[in-house]
Each structure stands twice: as C-alpha cells, then as structure tokens.
C-alpha cells in the first residue's frame, strides 16, 4: 500500500473521476471504487491510509461501509460526503464514528486538506501501535494472530522483535497457517509501514513471464513486449516485498533474486542500465527448504541469505488450546462481513471444534466459521465434517458437500471459478448444488460476486 493512500467510493463515475484527479493534483494517492464492498477486502487492522466513500450508493451505503471498516480497525478515518439534505445524517454519522464529513458542492483543495489531516492522525495511530509492540504492551498482533498458547505468545514476541528491523525474513509455515498474516504484521511494525506492501505469489507466476513480472522490461525486451512495463520490485519501492511460497520459484530465477538481495540493484529486462532498490524481502515457505536444497530444487546459497531471519507458523494442531478463541474470532469477522447476527455457541461445541482434526489449520478454520455464520451446516458437521457421518455413502456426500461450500465461500459464489476450480461442468455445479440445497444466492449476496462473474 503506497503512502497516504486514499480508498474513495462514489457510485457517481463523473464525481468519482473528478474527485480523484483533485486529489491526485493535491499529491494524496488515490484509488477509486464504484462500490463499497471490494474496498472491505482491502482492509486490514494494519491499513495505513483512510477512506473516503458518498454516504448515499446503490448496494452498501457509506454509513454500513464505515460501520463495517471500524469492525476491523475502529481507528481507520472515514470522510463520508453528503448531499445537501443529508447533514443531520452526517453528523449521527460522526457520533457513530466517522472522522470528518464534506458537504456537495466541494472544492478540490477543501476535500484535499480534510484527507491529509486524517492521513496524519491514522500515521500517529500506527506509529503509536508500532511503538506499544516494540514495548511488548498489548496490541493489534493479539487481535490479528489470536492465541495465548505458549507457541503464538513466542511467535508475538520473535515478531515485535523482528518487524522493527529491516532484516529480511524467511516464514516457514504449513498451509493455511496464516504466513501472509504475519508477513504483513511484519511490514506494520517496520519504520516502511506507511509504504507499499506487494504480495507476489511465486507459485502462480508463468515461468515464462516471472522475470517479466519481478524485475519489468523496456519496450521490445522479447517477442509482445510493445511497451515498457514496471516490475513489481520497482512498484514496491521503499515497502516490502512478500515473496510467497519461493520454493516454487525456477533455479535460474533464484539467482537474479540473490543479486537484487545482496546488491539491492536491479535491470529491467531488456536494459543494461542498473538502478537501486530500497526493500524489505519477505518470503513465506509451506515446506523446509533444506529439503528443496538437498533435492537440488533451491540454491543453498538464496537459503544462506534468506535464512538469516526465520519465524516458524505453528499448525493448529500444536497449539489446540487457542482454537476455541480463534473460531469465535472468525465466527465474529464473517458475521460481520454478511451482515448477520453472530450464532450462539455453546462450549460443548468449541471443546468439540479443539478435538477435531484441522488439516488446513486457520484458512480450514475460518472457512468452517462462514459455513456456521450463513447456517449452511449443522453445528455438529462444522466441527467432525464427515466423521460425523455413518456410513461411507454418508461420509462421501458429507466430505463433497463441504468441498462445494469451501469452494463457494472461496469464490464469493461466482459459479465459473469454482465448477473450473473442481473439474465440474456447470451442469454438474448445478446439479450438486441441487442435490445438496446450496442456494448460491447466500454467497453472491455475501461477497462481491455479481451475475455477471458467473459466466
């Protein structure tokens, strides 16, 4: 996230255009949504920018929007802009919460001075925040990696010990375990919080395009290349780079990386001029990579310098303890992103979520809690999955059915990501969506997927 970020919502596409240049022209970064709910996916409690949103859209509101951000971070600035009619709602809407608001018709320069003064109080926020970690006091890692098992208090500490730093870090974590969580806690604590932090998945990059991506190129650096192109290194200049699952990385690629590391220089493809870097590398690793070494799949010498640093993402299963809390947190964030009343949960049913088996640890977790919150099982199939099922036929509906709703949850009931995702044909989606009554309706209706996304 670049520095000063601006998150404007406006439903008005003249408005919101015009906005966005008076603010770009005023030196405030800026980036604009047409509705609300795609800019609740680019909040976390370590956000370190402010949102601007009209108070009157089709679909949420700027009123739910502000109510919804300040669920994650109650510390985030909300300017909501209101119509002429529309002040008596405006001022309710600071008692509730909101920074600031500015009446229509606004100058440029007017809307341009409210955000800096908001940008200046979320940095004082977060610097405060950065300040109470160092310290070891209470903080937003207690909110963002919830636990008081021994191995998430250790982890806390290594990493209000390491995100001050600059150092490069290596995550070792199994799937699902939460490593871009810390990975970005990480980026929040360093002095380079209010810079960007890009998230590169090396495992789904093209081979033939990786380089590309990384390091960019100039115009006619291979066959396509018809204009000059930024690389990611360059876009996340200042910031931090999470380079995520690096064991999937090519060999030949891995050796250009070590030298962006040591020498913190970097060439476009297709240039031989040199320019310097100033980033933070922080890659994230399902699997020990001594192994990929000893397999000669990783170069022992990108280890040696990667591994200077290295934090360790406990599996649910080594710290079982925490699970009852962690559910109830996850229950609580996806009542809140549905806009539903958080079920009652009684603590037979959370002793029952600790003795049951977590493969895919927070990310299985989670996905279980949005399967609690939109009623799409019953209380004891959250908990066993199919084990609760008697006879095989059972236990393999029960073990499709979640797999169907996983899915789903994962891709905001768009109906083609996930038939491709599962080797279905849409028929076949429809078809198992009937057999088992999953009304896609709750998904679309829940997450930002339209009609449209489902072709």
């Not at 300040?70 to 008596?88: N, Y």
């Not at 204009?227 to 999937?248: E, P, S």
Request: aromatic share 4%; hydrophobic share 45%; charged share 25%.
């Amino acid at each position: 996230m670049s520095p000063g970020k601006v998150l404007l919502v406006d439903d008005d596409a003249d408005l919101r255009a015009s906005t966005e240049q008076a603010l770009d022209l005023a030196g405030l970064g800026v980036e604009g949504f047409e509705a609300a709910q795609p800019v609740l996916e680019r909040i976390t409690a370590g956000f370190g920018g402010i949102v601007i949103s009209d108070i009157r859209m089709s679909g949420m509101d700027g009123m739910t929007l502000m109510t919804r951000i300040h669920e994650i971070d109650a510390d985030i600035p909300v300017i909501l802009i209101t119509g002429h009619g529309d002040v008596p709602l405006a001022v309710r809407a600071m008692r509730e919460g909101a920074h600031d608001f500015i009446e229509k018709p606004f100058s440029g320069a007017q809307l341009a001075a409210i955000a800096r003064r908001a940008m200046e109080f979320r940095q004082l926020v977060l610097d405060n925040r950065r300040l109470r970690a160092v310290a070891g006091q209470s903080d937003d890692l207690e909110a963002r990696l919830v636990g008081r098992s021994n191995a998430m208090i250790h982890l806390r500490q290594q990493m209000r010990t390491i995100g001050p730093s600059d150092a490069d870090v290596l995550i070792i974590g199994d799937t699902g375990t939460g490593k871009e969580v810390v990975a970005r806690a990480l980026h929040d604590l360093s002095a380079r919080a209010a810079q960007p932090f890009v998230a590169i998945t090396c495992s789904a990059l093209p081979e033939t395009l990786i380089e590309s991506e990384l390091f960019g190129h100039e115009v006619g650096a291979f066959p396509g290349a018809i204009r000059a192109r930024v690389g990611k290194f360059d876009h996340a200049r200042g910031g931090t780079v999470l380079l995520d699952d690096i064991g999937a990385m090519p060999l030949d690629v891995q050796g250009k990386l070590l030298r962006v590391l040591q020498d913190r220089v970097i060439s476009p493809l297709g240039s031989n001029v040199q320019h310097e870097l100033d980033l933070r590398f922080i890659a994230t690793s399902r699997v020990p990579l001594e192994a990929e070494v000893t397999a000669g799949r990783f170069r022992a010498d990108l280890l040696y310098r990667l591994n200077a640093l290295s934090l360790r993402v406990p599996p649910l299963s080594e710290r079982v303890e925490d699970i009852p809390a962690l559910f109830m947190r996850l229950l609580s964030e996806a009542a809140a992103r549905h806009r539903l009343p958080v079920p009652q949960v009684n603590p037979a049913f959370l002793a029952e979520l600790a003795r049951a088996s977590w493969p895919g640890n927070v990310r299985e977790l989670r996905n279980a809690a949005e399967r609690a919150v939109l009623r799409l099982e019953r209380a004891s199939d959250v908990a066993t999955g199919m084990d609760g099922a008697q006879t095989l036929a059972e236990q393999m509906a029960a073990h499709e059915r979640k797999l169907l709703v996983d899915a789903l949850i994962r891709h905001h009931g768009a109906l083609k990501p996930v038939y491709e995702s599962l080797g279905l044909s849409r028929k076949a989606l429809y078809d198992k969506l009937m057999k088992y009554g999953i009304d896609k309706a709750q998904f679309l209706s829940a997450g930002s997927a339209t009609e449209a996304d489902e072709r």
